[in-house]
């Protein structure tokens, strides 16, 4: 997996950097397909941001408040009943 990762136009500091954070660890489909971890590096070198994907655009809807309302009928409370018995 890092010889093609090496010898790209990001250098050794953008593979390196991969290992600076748990979250930018390569993961199976990076170990999988080398070429889109290459083709990721190097986009993050330029300055793109990569694609957003479903859990982005959920996140982006959650700040910005326009998250869709609830279902009627659904209070939100799915829990026991606050006032019933409760082991000791």
Known sequence: MWRPVHPTPVGPEARDSLWSHPDLLPGSDDLDDP???VARLTAEA???SPEPDEMDRA???LLNGTMPDATEGD?????PDP???RPV
């Open 59 to 61: 996140l982006e809807d």
């Open 83 to 85: 006032t019933g018995d």
């Open 35 to 37: 070429s889109a971890l």
């Open 46 to 48: 330029s300055g793109q």
């Open 75 to 79: 209070s939100g409370d799915e829990g």
